[in-house]
C-alpha cells in the first residue's frame, strides 16, 4: 500500500508539472461539449434524451482514450529502468488504475457540469447517472491503463490500443449508456442492479487480469 501511494503521488506530481497536458484533456472536453451545442442543440434547439445520452458518453470515452493513453508512453525507458527495480510491478499497475480512475472521475464530472449547461438536464435520477460516471471512470481507466501498458511495447501505440480495446470497451459502453438511459427515465436504483452488476464484473475481471497478467509484461 506504501508502494502504490507513492507511485499515485508521483504521478500526481509529474502531472501537475505537465500542466499543459491536463489543460488539454480539460480543453478537449470542453470544446467537444461545445461542438456538440453548436451542431445539435443552437441549430435544432432540442434534442432526443437518447441522441444527448449518447453523445455525452462519446465524449467520455475519447477523453479517456485521450488522457489514459500516456500512461507509459510519457515516461522513458531508463525512468521505467528505475521503478523496475524500487517497485513491485503489481503495485505499479494498480497505481496507474488508481490514478487513472481519480483523473477520468474530475473529468466525467466536469464534463458533466459543462454538458449540462450547454446541452440542458434531462436527467431524472442524478444519484444513478453519478454512478454511472463513477462505474464508467473505473471501467475506462482499468481497460485503458492496461491495454496503454501493452501498447507501450510497440511501435504502434495507437493501432495497438484501438485494436485491442474495441472488444473490451464496446460492452462497457453499452452497458453504461443503458444504465444511464435508466437515470434519464427516471428510474429507481434497484431496477438498475443487474447493468450495475455487469460493469462492476467487467471492472473487476480487467483489474484482476492487469494484476495477475502485468508482472510478465513488466518483465519483457
Same mark, same amino acid.
Given at each position: 500500500?506504501?508502494?502504490?501511494? @507513492?507511485?499515485?503521488?508521483? +504521478?500526481? =506530481?509529474?502531472?501537475?508539472?505537465?500542466?499543459? %497536458?491536463?489543460?488539454?484533456?480539460?480543453?478537449?472536453?470542453?470544446?467537444?461539449?461545445?461542438?456538440?451545442?453548436?451542431?445539435?442543440?443552437?441549430? $435544432?434547439?432540442?434534442?432526443? *434524451?437518447? $441522441?444527448?445520452?449518447?453523445? !455525452?458518453?462519446?465524449? =467520455?470515452?475519447?477523453?479517456?482514450?485521450?488522457?489514459?493513453?500516456?500512461? !507509459?508512453?510519457?515516461?522513458?525507458?531508463?525512468?521505467?529502468?528505475?521503478?523496475?527495480? #524500487?517497485?513491485?510491478?503489481?503495485?505499479?499497475?494498480?497505481?496507474?488504475?488508481?490514478? @487513472?480512475?481519480?483523473?477520468? &472521475?474530475?473529468?466525467?464530472?466536469?464534463?458533466?457540469?459543462?454538458?449540462?449547461? !450547454?446541452?440542458? @438536464? *434531462?436527467?431524472? @435520477?442524478?444519484?444513478?447517472? $453519478?454512478?454511472?460516471?463513477? /462505474?464508467?471512470?473505473?471501467?475506462?481507466?482499468?481497460?485503458? $491503463?492496461?491495454?496503454?501498458?501493452?501498447? %507501450?511495447?510497440?511501435?504502434?501505440?495507437?493501432?495497438?490500443?484501438?485494436?485491442?480495446?474495441?472488444?473490451?470497451?464496446?460492452?462497457?459502453?453499452?452497458? /453504461?449508456?443503458? &444504465?444511464?438511459?435508466?437515470?434519464? +427515465?427516471?428510474?429507481?436504483?434497484?431496477?438498475?442492479? +443487474?447493468?450495475?452488476?455487469?460493469? /462492476?464484473? #467487467?471492472? !473487476? #475481471?480487467?483489474?484482476? /487480469?492487469?494484476?495477475?497478467?502485468?508482472?510478465? &509484461?513488466?518483465?519483457?
Amino acid at each position: 500500500m506504501e508502494e502504490i501511494k @507513492n507511485l499515485i503521488q508521483k +504521478d500526481i =506530481i509529474l502531472e501537475w508539472r505537465q500542466k499543459y %497536458a491536463f489543460n488539454g484533456m480539460v480543453l478537449y472536453v470542453i470544446s467537444t461539449v461545445f461542438l456538440c451545442y453548436m451542431s445539435f442543440k443552437l441549430k $435544432t434547439n432540442q434534442i432526443e *434524451p437518447i $441522441t444527448w445520452n449518447t453523445l !455525452f458518453w462519446i465524449i =467520455i470515452l475519447f477523453s479517456a482514450v485521450n488522457s489514459v493513453t500516456k500512461s !507509459f508512453t510519457q515516461e522513458n525507458a531508463g525512468r521505467h529502468l528505475y521503478y523496475y527495480q #524500487i517497485a513491485k510491478p503489481e503495485s505499479i499497475i494498480i497505481a496507474k488504475i488508481v490514478y @487513472n480512475f481519480i483523473l477520468l &472521475l474530475f473529468l466525467g464530472l466536469l464534463g458533466m457540469v459543462i454538458y449540462f449547461v !450547454f446541452m440542458g @438536464n *434531462p436527467v431524472e @435520477n442524478m444519484v444513478l447517472y $453519478t454512478i454511472s460516471i463513477v /462505474l464508467g471512470a473505473l471501467g475506462f481507466s482499468a481497460i485503458f $491503463t492496461l491495454i496503454a501498458g501493452i501498447a %507501450a511495447k510497440s511501435d504502434n501505440t495507437s493501432g495497438i490500443m484501438a485494436v485491442l480495446s474495441f472488444p473490451i470497451v464496446l460492452p462497457m459502453l453499452s452497458m /453504461l449508456i443503458k &444504465l444511464s438511459k435508466n437515470a434519464l +427515465d427516471g428510474l429507481a436504483l434497484s431496477a438498475s442492479y +443487474d447493468e450495475i452488476m455487469v460493469i /462492476l464484473g #467487467i471492472d !473487476f #475481471i480487467v483489474i484482476s /487480469l492487469s494484476y495477475l497478467l502485468f508482472p510478465y &509484461l513488466w518483465k519483457s
